[in-house]
């Protein structure tokens, strides 16, 4: 419908707009995109200057330039509050799940295309329902679950739930239908077994997309907060995402230490931030197939 | 329906490497997901304990509990809330990359970093900027306009900022599908509308937005079950429900029920309520986009 409104409005046509009109409009684009990103990173710049200062130049909202208490506030968020800790736990719980996915879902998305399978459809939808049951909805007999398996407090119960995907594996069946037939059928006359074809074929044609998945699920894990609140009591086994929960909470007594505490979320925000800033390509056109 | 070619024959080798992923599945996404139904008709007695059988009565507790009607009505004005101002943010900015090609690759990845960042850092920070007392932004706000930033003790505040911060931190994803929408725009379109001359708001409306309708709607599911499911440390880490109730959302009561005041059956009757939300929005998603790869809007 909206194509018939255009056709009849571009039917007076007429060439009203010159280029010296045009430029200053730019110009004025320009400047609400550039007032839009600055608006969007403020909270962030804001946050690492006042990771720099002592809490009495927190405590003074005028002070906003860089203060001089950096070293010590990382030091402190890293070593008094353990953060050193939790970043670590973040970085091997994270590293894990993405090996973890990333190889189940290729071998799936193998079966799942490459094989004569009967009820194809039927395991398909399997792997696929499962987009119904974020956590929140099996919250209570996961933790009971965790429990009886003696995985409480371990790394396996903050990997383990997260390592199997139904967007990884339709992200990969997707992308293994796309590859062409030829390839495929060279690989079957000269008689390659499945995991040679996987290893030699298939991976080295699906590069972007594994960066992609790789980049999605390391962003997805890093940011887990509500699961590893539950399923970790244990202060040492925690991830960094409920190490800011901690830190807020212990920093409070007298002067809440804020530069300590901005210092501690900085430090959680970098590694997910890095691994955007590199693989944002990757990231965006694997993401945007997953509207289909 | 697919001419793929299928080289290898093994059923058994083909149910080999499926295993580790069902198995996975099965046991942390649905045995527990289906053990979600069957708690929701048992009380907890004893901290979990012992169990007893009750049929229906904790779907009837929350049927008749004001605190859950709240509770609801407030988290489904939050994600009104959330989507829309997610959805209007994104199709700005989108827009203006857009439309501002020179060197929108430096200003695309500084539009889209919000998708990297962490719900919990997102709080903590504007916990601190937004703070009553200390924050920076309260501190010029209150400086230039008469009004008080105090959200540890108003309501509308608290819920305020609260939809603030996640907004914020769901602009990255938002505005990554909004420009990929964009771009998949005929070339010709945009220049037919340029030479008529026709205002950028009348372009967007009646041009690019009905041309966008699929992301749209995959966006409003997407952000609806965001604002339901993923806003836990937001609240966790500004409000924890407060003041009062003000902030007490679905996935926050459901928390507090389970692991504070260990009501098991009563937390797993608001997952399946959950569920069903889920269940409804997905089912949404699907039959509209089947409506438009067969009718090619």
């Known amino acids: 419908m909206g194509r018939d409104t255009m056709a009849t409005d571009t039917a007076q046509s007429s060439t009203r707009t010159t280029h ?14 550039f007032g839009a990103i600055a608006l969007m990173a403020a909270p962030l710049v804001l946050a690492v200057l006042m990771s720099t200062q002592t809490t009495a130049e927190v405590y003074q909202p005028t002070t906003i330039g860089p203060g001089s208490n950096a070293l010590q506030n990382y030091q402190a968020a890293l070593t008094t509050y353990n953060f050193g800790t939790y970043l670590l736990n973040s970085l091997v719980m994270s590293i894990a799940v993405v090996i973890g996915k990333v190889t189940l879902s290729l071998l799936a998305a193998l079966a799942l295309v490459y094989y004569e399978l009967p009820y194809e459809r039927a395991i398909f939808m399997f792997v696929l329902l499962t987009l119904l049951l974020p956590v929140p909805v099996r919250i209570v007999p996961l933790f009971q679950l965790m429990a009886d398996l003696g995985w409480t407090n371990t790394l396996l119960a903050i990997t383990g739930p997260y390592i199997a995907s139904a967007t990884a594996v339709f992200l990969f069946r997707q992308h293994f239908r796309s590859i062409p037939d030829s390839l495929v059928e060279t ?3 000269d008689g390659v077994g499945p995991f040679r074809f996987l290893v030699s074929v298939l991976i080295p044609m699906s590069r972007s997309m594994i960066a992609g998945v790789c980049v999605i699920t390391f962003i997805y894990s890093w940011n887990q907060f ?10 040492p086994s925690q991830v960094a995402q409920v190490g800011i929960r901690y830190i807020q909470g212990a920093a409070q007594a007298g002067l809440t230490q804020w530069g300590v505490i901005m210092a501690a979320a900085v430090l959680a925000l970098l590694p997910p931030l890095a691994v955007l800033l590199v693989f944002h390509r990757s990231l965006r056109e694997t993401i945007a197939i997953q509207q289909s | 329906m697919s001419t793929q070619p299928t080289p290898f024959d093994s059923t058994l080798q083909a149910l080999g490497l499926l295993l580790p992923s069902v198995v996975v599945l099965g046991a942390f996404l649905y045995y527990p997901g289906l053990e979600t139904f069957r708690l ?10 012992q169990t007893a059988w009750v049929g229906a009565e904790n779907f009837v507790q929350l049927l008749t509990s004001t605190a859950y009607h709240h509770s609801f009505a407030i988290s489904v ?28 690759s430096a200003y695309l990845i500084a539009a889209i970093w919000p998708y990297a960042l962490p719900p919990a850092v997102a709080a903590i920070l504007l916990n601190f900027i937004l703070h009553p007392n200390l924050g920076v932004f309260t501190h010029y706000l209150e400086a230039v306009t008469p009004f008080t930033l105090d959200w540890f003790n108003s309501g509308p505040q608290a819920f305020t900022v609260v939809a603030v911060v996640a907004i914020w931190k769901q602009l990255g994803y938002n505005i990554i599908f909004v420009v990929a929408a964009f771009n998949t725009i005929p070339k010709t379109l945009t220049e037919r509308a ?15 937005l009905p041309l966008m309708a699929p992301t749209l709607v995959f966006l409003t599911v997407m952000n ?25 959302l679905l996935i926050f009561k459901l928390y507090r029920d389970a692991f504070e005041f260990n009501s098991l059956g009563l937390a797993s009757a608001e997952s399946v309520i959950l569920f069903a939300l889920v269940a409804v929005l997905m089912y949404v998603q699907i039959r509209v986009s089947e409506g438009y790869a067969q009718y090619g809007a």
Do not use: C
């Open chain 2, 194 to 208: 340029t030479l008529d001359g026709v205002g950028h708001l009348r372009r967007l409306r009646s041009v690019y």
């Open chain 1, 226 to 235: 509500l699961w590893p609140l539950i399923a970790v009591t244990d202060k």
């Open chain 2, 224 to 248: 609806t079950i965001y604002a339901f499911f993923s806003t836990f440390p937001i609240v966790d880490l500004l409000t924890s429900g407060g003041p009062g109730d003000a902030t007490n």
């Open chain 2, 40 to 49: 929701s008709l048992y009380r907890t007695l004893f901290l979990g304990q």
């Open chain 1, 187 to 189: 690989a079957h006359v």
């Open chain 2, 77 to 104: 004005l939050f994600a009104a809330i959330v989507v829309t101002g997610t959805l209007l943010l994104s199709i700005a900015v989108g827009y203006l990359l857009f439309t501002v090609s020179v060197g929108s």
């Open chain 1, 20 to 33: 010296r009109d045009i430029l200053p409009e730019n110009a004025l684009m320009h400047l609400g995109l």
